[in-house]
């Protein structure tokens, strides 16, 4: 394996920002960002906006939009649509 060309594998801390939940692993990633943790060890933290701690389709809770009114407003704009071609058809 040839020298100084492999980037450094260490553990590193990734934290959702939205819950605040955390884990360690081991990564390459590059980071400026540290955190130290329980242990007194000092980590990179590499900060994300969702983890399976946070994502609506691991934790279960679905978020609820507003699917009835984006339906009723693609319906009122395709009824337009084909309105307008039945009229200029007859």
């Known amino acids: 394996m040839k020298k100084d060309i492999h980037p450094e594998y260490r553990d590193v801390v990734f934290k959702d ?6 884990f360690t692993t081991r990564s390459t990633v590059e ?5 130290t943790m ?4 000092t980590y990179p933290l590499v900060k994300l906006e969702v983890t399976s701690e946070s ?8 978020v609820l939009l507003d699917t009835a009114g ?4 693609f319906n009122r704009r395709f009824k337009k649509k084909s309105d307008n071609k039945t009229e200029e058809e007859a």
């Open 17 to 22: 920002t939205s819950c605040g939940f955390h």
């Open 31 to 35: 980071t400026k960002d540290t955190i």
């Open 70 to 73: 984006r339906v009723e407003k």
């Open 38 to 41: 329980e242990d007194g060890n």
């Open 55 to 62: 994502h609506p389709f691991y934790t279960g809770k679905n």
